[in-house]
């Protein structure tokens, strides 16, 4: 399988730029933007597809819906991305619960941490005044791409990944932004599949060789057919 990783570093990536290389499978890296047909995980290759939501046609499931009722307990709230000590202390706790790979830092995931390059949000999670989880996006014109959820350990009962996916995709609906991109997913990988779990008839997948997005559902149509055809 041929590895065709690439990687540009733009002065700026804001507005409809976003949109543009965002539609075209390319998404940040620190304060660069790159595509990746690959993923490379624990010495393993599997073929990595880039997904985005159609966010007017999402709607929450049984499941979601409750997720979301539990994490409207807490405070929330969105401003422009800032990094600060409670945030880096907050992925420092996340950062030693988890057990796969991630960036040591919020400062080492970002690099671009003064929003220079991209037009950055986060979003804010607050039990009695305490920061208890938090997301990053960046923001273009007509979409935004997922960049980070972190959640502190004591409240992992509250499924605060997902939540704060919720979160972004009300922030969307209410400034009439069309798309959201949550990166990819790598099919025989499960470690990415909670991202087609948001509501797989509004989900689509960037076909790379045809350079065209399909329905989930037509993508795996296209799989097996292939999977057929070997």
């Known amino acids: 399988m041929e590895n065709n990783n ?3 570093a733009i002065p700026e990536i804001k507005g409809p730029l976003l ?3 965002l539609e075209a499978g390319w998404y940040r890296y620190g304060d660069m933007i790159f595509t990746t047909n690959v993923l490379e995980d624990f010495q393993q290759t599997y073929s990595a597809y880039w997904l985005r939501y159609d966010v007017p ?3 929450p ?3 979601e819906e409750k997720i979301i009722r539990k ?4 405070v929330t709230s969105i401003s422009d991305f800032k990094n600060s000590d409670e945030l880096e202390e907050l992925h420092s706790l996340y950062f030693e619960s988890i057990k796969f790979i991630t960036s040591f830092s919020i400062a080492d995931l970002m690099i671009d941490t003064d929003n220079r390059v991209f ?3 986060l979003l804010t999670v607050r039990n009695n005044g305490r920061l208890i989880a938090a997301g990053i996006f960046d923001e273009g014109k007509n979409a935004i791409a997922g960049i980070k959820n972190i959640y502190h350990p004591e409240y992992k009962k509250y499924s605060f990944g997902k939540y704060m996916m919720w979160k972004k995709l009300q922030y969307c609906l209410k400034k009439n932004i069309k798309w959201y991109y949550p990166g ?9 599949d909670y991202k087609l779990d948001v509501d797989r008839n509004a989900t689509e ?3 790379p060789e045809e350079k065209q997005w399909v329905s989930l559902q037509r993508f795996f149509q296209i799989q097996s057919t292939i999977q057929l055809s070997m």
């Open 57 to 59: 046609k999402v709607i």
């Open 19 to 21: 949109d543009v290389f």
């Open 71 to 74: 994490g409207d307990g807490f």
């Open 61 to 63: 499931g049984r499941k």
């Open 205 to 207: 997948v960037l076909i």
């Open 6 to 8: 690439l990687i540009a």
């Open 184 to 192: 990819y997913f790598a099919p025989g990988n499960d470690r990415f």
């Open 119 to 121: 037009d950055s949000k």
